[in-house]
């Protein structure tokens, strides 16, 4: 099965977050949809996941990564360096959650908001659920 990142389709950061993976994931690991898409809240309703949560969701073989660690499990996947950030997980998820809620619940102050959810380029539809 594929690996599922699912993100705030209105938010800047998020946005940019998805570009950054996908220039990283030249062999196509992850697929994407936004948590305001009809994909996303049917994939939120098959986990369990509460709609509450507006963070990044990595849904990879049929278990469920959130905040943190849905950044940490995708960045050891992503080309280049970036997969030795998995050695972060050694700090606490209670700390790393709280770096990761401190950014995120100032995301669309600092790096602003859409009025819609994103649309992908021809070239990157393929990696789009919706």
Not at 33 to 49: F, P
């Amino acid at each position: 099965m594929e690996s599922i990142i699912l993100f705030d389709g209105v938010c800047n950061l998020c946005h940019s977050g998805v570009q950054f993976i996908i220039k990283r994931d030249t062999k196509g690991y992850f697929k994407f949809a936004s948590l305001q898409s009809e994909t996303g809240q049917m994939l939120l309703n098959k986990y369990g996941v509460s709609k509450k949560i507006d963070s990044i969701i990595l849904i990879e073989n049929e278990k469920v990564y959130i905040k943190s660690s849905a950044a940490l499990r995708i960045s050891r996947s992503l080309d280049g360096y970036w997969r030795y950030l998995i050695i972060l997980k050694v700090i606490p998820p209670l700390i790393r959650d709280f770096l990761y809620d401190s950014v995120a619940k100032n995301r669309y102050k600092w790096f602003g908001k859409k009025d819609s959810c994103m649309l992908p380029s021809l070239e990157m539809k393929n990696r789009f659920l919706e």
